[in-house]
Nanobody, 124 residues
Framework: QVQLVESGGGLVQAGGSLRLSCAAS????????MGWFRQAPGKEREFVAA????????AYADSAKGRFTISRDNAKNTVYLQMNSLKPEDTAVYYC?????????????????WGQGTAVTVSS
Protein backbone atom coordinates (compact mmCIF):
# COMPACT_ATOMS: atom_id res chain seq x y z
CA GLN A 1 0.00 0.00 0.00
CA VAL A 2 1.04 3.59 -0.65
CA GLN A 3 -0.46 6.57 1.12
CA LEU A 4 -0.31 10.01 -0.48
CA VAL A 5 -0.99 13.40 1.10
CA GLU A 6 -0.95 16.59 -0.97
CA SER A 7 -0.43 20.09 0.35
CA GLY A 8 0.45 23.56 -0.86
CA GLY A 9 -2.69 24.58 -2.65
CA GLY A 10 -4.31 27.97 -2.19
CA LEU A 11 -5.40 31.20 -3.80
CA VAL A 12 -2.95 33.06 -6.05
CA GLN A 13 -3.20 35.84 -8.59
CA ALA A 14 -2.60 35.21 -12.26
CA GLY A 15 1.10 35.25 -13.00
CA GLY A 16 1.98 34.00 -9.55
CA SER A 17 3.53 30.75 -8.38
CA LEU A 18 2.71 27.86 -6.08
CA ARG A 19 4.58 24.73 -5.08
CA LEU A 20 2.54 21.64 -4.38
CA SER A 21 3.92 18.79 -2.31
CA CYS A 22 2.94 15.15 -2.14
CA ALA A 23 4.22 13.20 0.85
CA ALA A 24 4.26 9.46 0.30
CA SER A 25 4.51 6.53 2.66
CA UNK A 26 4.34 2.79 2.26
CA UNK A 27 6.80 0.01 1.64
CA UNK A 28 6.44 -0.06 -2.16
CA UNK A 29 6.76 3.66 -2.72
CA UNK A 30 10.38 3.59 -3.86
CA UNK A 31 9.40 1.51 -6.89
CA UNK A 32 6.62 3.85 -8.05
CA UNK A 33 6.57 6.61 -10.59
CA MET A 34 4.52 9.61 -9.49
CA GLY A 35 2.07 11.73 -11.37
CA TRP A 36 0.17 14.96 -10.87
CA PHE A 37 -3.34 15.30 -12.24
CA ARG A 38 -5.92 18.05 -11.92
CA GLN A 39 -9.67 18.31 -12.10
CA ALA A 40 -11.47 21.56 -12.74
CA PRO A 41 -15.16 21.95 -11.85
CA GLY A 42 -17.33 20.13 -14.35
CA LYS A 43 -14.36 18.66 -16.21
CA GLU A 44 -12.57 15.34 -16.40
CA ARG A 45 -9.45 14.72 -14.37
CA GLU A 46 -6.46 15.39 -16.61
CA PHE A 47 -2.77 14.59 -16.60
CA VAL A 48 -0.32 17.33 -15.67
CA ALA A 49 3.11 15.75 -15.13
CA ALA A 50 4.87 12.56 -14.10
CA UNK A 51 8.30 11.51 -12.85
CA UNK A 52 9.99 8.15 -12.52
CA UNK A 53 11.33 7.45 -9.08
CA UNK A 54 14.72 6.03 -9.98
CA UNK A 55 15.82 7.73 -13.21
CA UNK A 56 14.03 11.08 -12.73
CA UNK A 57 12.70 10.95 -16.28
CA UNK A 58 9.75 13.31 -16.58
CA ALA A 59 6.73 13.89 -18.79
CA TYR A 60 4.42 16.89 -19.06
CA ALA A 61 1.10 17.79 -20.56
CA ASP A 62 1.32 20.48 -23.21
CA SER A 63 -0.48 22.88 -20.87
CA ALA A 64 2.26 22.43 -18.26
CA LYS A 65 5.37 22.54 -20.42
CA GLY A 66 7.55 25.55 -19.73
CA ARG A 67 5.56 26.62 -16.67
CA PHE A 68 5.41 23.61 -14.32
CA THR A 69 8.26 21.48 -13.01
CA ILE A 70 7.88 18.11 -11.32
CA SER A 71 10.65 16.96 -9.01
CA ARG A 72 11.21 14.61 -6.12
CA ASP A 73 13.24 14.32 -2.93
CA ASN A 74 14.03 10.68 -2.32
CA ALA A 75 15.16 11.24 1.25
CA LYS A 76 11.85 12.86 2.14
CA ASN A 77 9.63 10.57 0.05
CA THR A 78 8.10 13.69 -1.41
CA VAL A 79 7.20 14.78 -4.90
CA TYR A 80 6.75 18.44 -5.82
CA LEU A 81 5.00 20.38 -8.53
CA GLN A 82 6.39 23.88 -8.98
CA MET A 83 3.84 25.96 -10.85
CA ASN A 84 4.88 29.31 -12.31
CA SER A 85 3.09 31.86 -14.49
CA LEU A 86 -0.24 30.57 -13.27
CA LYS A 87 -3.38 31.28 -15.28
CA PRO A 88 -7.04 31.27 -14.25
CA GLU A 89 -7.49 28.12 -16.34
CA ASP A 90 -5.08 26.33 -13.99
CA THR A 91 -7.75 26.51 -11.28
CA ALA A 92 -8.51 22.95 -10.20
CA VAL A 93 -8.08 20.36 -7.50
CA TYR A 94 -4.63 18.85 -7.95
CA TYR A 95 -4.05 15.19 -7.15
CA CYS A 96 -0.87 13.17 -6.91
CA UNK A 97 -0.88 9.52 -7.84
CA UNK A 98 1.50 6.56 -7.75
CA UNK A 99 2.10 3.95 -10.46
CA UNK A 100 3.60 0.73 -9.08
CA UNK A 101 5.02 -0.15 -12.51
CA UNK A 102 7.22 2.98 -12.64
CA UNK A 103 5.94 4.19 -16.01
CA UNK A 104 5.45 7.71 -17.39
CA UNK A 105 1.84 7.55 -18.49
CA UNK A 106 -0.93 10.11 -18.78
CA UNK A 107 -3.74 7.62 -18.22
CA UNK A 108 -5.60 7.78 -14.92
CA UNK A 109 -6.07 4.03 -15.00
CA UNK A 110 -2.29 3.47 -14.89
CA UNK A 111 -2.08 4.81 -11.34
CA UNK A 112 -2.81 2.56 -8.40
CA UNK A 113 -2.91 5.06 -5.53
CA TRP A 114 -4.30 8.58 -5.21
CA GLY A 115 -4.17 11.37 -2.70
CA GLN A 116 -7.14 13.38 -1.52
CA GLY A 117 -6.24 16.45 -3.56
CA THR A 118 -5.33 20.06 -2.86
CA ALA A 119 -7.27 22.98 -4.32
CA VAL A 120 -5.61 25.68 -6.42
CA THR A 121 -7.48 28.85 -7.35
CA VAL A 122 -5.95 31.39 -9.71
CA SER A 123 -7.68 34.76 -9.79
CA SER A 124 -7.56 37.05 -12.80
Amino acid sequence: QVQLVESGGGLVQAGGSLRLSCAASGRTFNRCSMGWFRQAPGKEREFVAAIRWISSNTAYADSAKGRFTISRDNAKNTVYLQMNSLKPEDTAVYYCAADELNRLLAWKSAYNYWGQGTAVTVSS
